[in-house]
């Protein structure tokens, strides 16, 4: 049999469509974000990174530094263990404690990604729960996907950010039945926000759960950064709220944050929980640091959200068409996969600035685009350069820009 064929031929019907992933090698350097070494070939040089997670730049904060640093010298390089078997260090119990009132819960649960948190979390509550319903928003992320067809549990998939729709969909299913409806607070792709209230009235009206995914969202909302729930008043009305450690937090990790007993069930039959090594030490150190940090300080939301809004304004100078949210994350449409594949060539090429393509799956065909996510870091000489090199490539390419406002 040979299998090298059949990986290859898939891989290249995946070329044709565009949609082959060609990863940049880059190395970031702490105190540069979100500037970057990116190697190609022979060639090395500087970049402008404009499409990174690290949303505030705490990744290279001197304080997760700094705690990272001494914890390695203190406690070693991993935790040496599962939680269950000699890996609960003490950074763990103190991480986990930070989580759970940071979301104004009971306890929280630490995972190894945040991928892992949804997946494994959704899969145990769908399989555990007898006869539990999930009641998932359409365009929620794979790691959710994946638990909830996982779980083997009934699921019915209802309208984006449509509560009347979920209504409808809960009120054609038996009362007694469990349900969990399963939705995030801002959608990466889109950076559109739920209706996060509406969506809790309907369900406590069916007496359903709530988990909501605000991976895009802690650090970023809210006056103690607690995410979009915090933001709203509504942490106390959500079941389960879930979050990454990887993202604005600026370091690696996922967790649950809900009552004690929630977060004890999952502890206790999760099998994405049990059987892996726990976190080493120093990322639940810098993790807790970046978290105390952004829970006292206002400076990083701040500043991004004036990077956000120069960003915003200067696309609409150079008549560049993007899509409207209330959110962080600037999504310029292209709508073709090899377009959009040429334009963050070009970028990267021509003019240093290291802009991933974002294409099918990822986003469905016909909306292939560019997703900008400006950070505190981000100037506005860089925002300068940016927004000329995707004018440059407008009139090359030929894309339909929209009217310049006055
Ligand atoms: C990135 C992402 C995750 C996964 O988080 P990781 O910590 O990167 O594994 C989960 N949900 C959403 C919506 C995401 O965008």
Redesign the pocket.
């Known amino acids: 049999m040979n299998f090298d064929a059949i990986f290859e031929s898939q891989l290249d019907r995946l070329r044709e469509a565009g949609n082959y992933r060609y990863f940049a090698d880059l190395e970031r350097h702490a105190g540069r974000f979100p500037h970057a070494l990116h190697r190609s070939g022979d060639s090395e040089r500087e970049v402008t990174v404009w499409c990174s997670?690290d949303y505030l730049g705490m990744g290279q904060h001197p304080d997760v530094l700094a705690a990272m640093e001494q914890a390695i010298r203190q406690h070693g390089a991993g935790a040496g263990g599962t939680r269950n078997i000699s890996g609960t260090t003490h950074a763990h119990v103190k991480l986990e404690r930070e989580l759970a009132d940071w979301h104004g819960k009971e306890a929280a649960l630490l995972f190894s990604?945040?991928?892992?948190s949804?997946w494994t979390s959704l899969s145990t509550l769908g399989s555990r729960v007898p006869n539990a319903v999930i009641l998932s928003d359409a365009n929620n992320?794979a790691?959710m996907i994946e638990g909830i067809r996982h779980s083997k549990a009934d699921y019915r998939i209802f309208r984006h950010n449509d509560p009347e729709d979920l209504d409808r969909h809960l009120a054609a299913l038996d009362p007694a039945l469990p349900k969990i409806v399963a939705f995030?607070s801002v959608y990466?792709m889109d950076g559109d926000i739920a209706p996060i209230a509406e969506i809790c009235d309907v369900a406590e009206a069916h007496g359903a759960m709530t988990y909501l995914?605000e991976?895009?969202a802690v650090g970023l909302y809210g006056p103690r950064g607690g995410g979009v729930a915090e933001q709203r008043g509504l942490m106390d009305r959500l079941t389960v709220i879930e979050g990454?450690?990887?993202?604005a937090v600026g370091t690696?990790?996922?967790y649950i944050a809900a009552s004690a007993s929630l977060v004890d069930f999952i502890r206790s039959f999760a099998s994405g929980f049990i059987f892996t090594t726990a976190l080493p030490p120093a990322l639940a150190a810098g993790a807790l640091a970046s978290i105390r940090h952004l829970k006292a300080s206002e400076i990083e939301r701040q500043g991004q959200r004036v990077r956000v809004q120069q960003l915003r304004r200067a696309l609409d100078r150079a008549g560049i068409p993007h899509m409207p949210n209330e959110s962080h994350i600037v999504p310029v449409l292209i709508g073709d996969a090899q377009k959009c594949r040429r334009i963050s060539d070009w970028l990267l090429e021509h003019h240093a600035i290291y802009v991933q393509p974002i294409n099918y799956p990822t986003v469905p065909q016909g909306t292939e685009r560019l997703r900008l996510t400006p950070s505190p870091h981000h100037g506005e000489a860089e925002i300068a350069a940016l927004v000329d090199g995707l004018s440059e490539l407008w009139s090359q390419c030929a894309l339909a820009r929209q009217p310049v406002a006055a």
Do not use: F, P
């Open positions: 997670n990604s945040g991928y892992v949804n992320h790691s995030e990466s995914d991976v895009h990454t450690l990887g993202k690696m990790g996922g």
